[in-house]
């Protein structure tokens, strides 16, 4: 009696939002930019490599990152892989690794928003799709 089995490569990703809270281009964060973080979740098989993208989101400009607002208004921001925030996190510079066992994995998504932007009040958001190839 022949028994089979097979195990295909499988990895699932999960992601909390990015929540940059209040930004004040007046005073805090007229020459201070407003950074925060969150993380990206992943878990393969064992063995398996990976690889995160992050696209640009919904709101792009000339390779940029902006969340939109209010009467058409954008503010740029910017994802990083570093907490120094010098490497861009992107589909280009991208986070890699492998799974030494079925165990979620955490990676920080460090992000940024720039000083002194002359923005409107109002709600601003963006959407960040993350890709996992493995």
């Not at 998504?109 to 890709?131: E, K, L, M």
């Amino acid at each position: 009696m022949p028994i089979n089995a097979s195990v295909g490569p499988v990895c699932v990703v999960s992601a909390v939002p990015l929540n940059f809270g209040a930004y004040d281009p007046v005073v805090t964060n007229q020459s201070t930019p407003l950074d925060q973080q969150a993380t990206i979740t992943v878990q393969c098989l064992r063995g398996s490599a990976y690889t995160v993208k992050l696209n640009p989101g919904a709101h792009p400009a000339a390779g940029l990152r902006y969340m939109a607002g209010p009467a058409a208004a954008m503010m740029h921001y910017e994802l990083y892989s570093d907490s120094s925030r010098t490497t861009v996190w992107d589909n280009t510079n991208f986070v890699s690794g492998s799974a030494t066992d079925t165990t979620p994995i955490p990676i920080t998504v460090y992000g940024r928003i720039f000083p002194g932007q002359d923005v409107v009040a109002g709600a601003y958001t963006d959407t960040v799709t993350v890709t996992v190839e493995f």
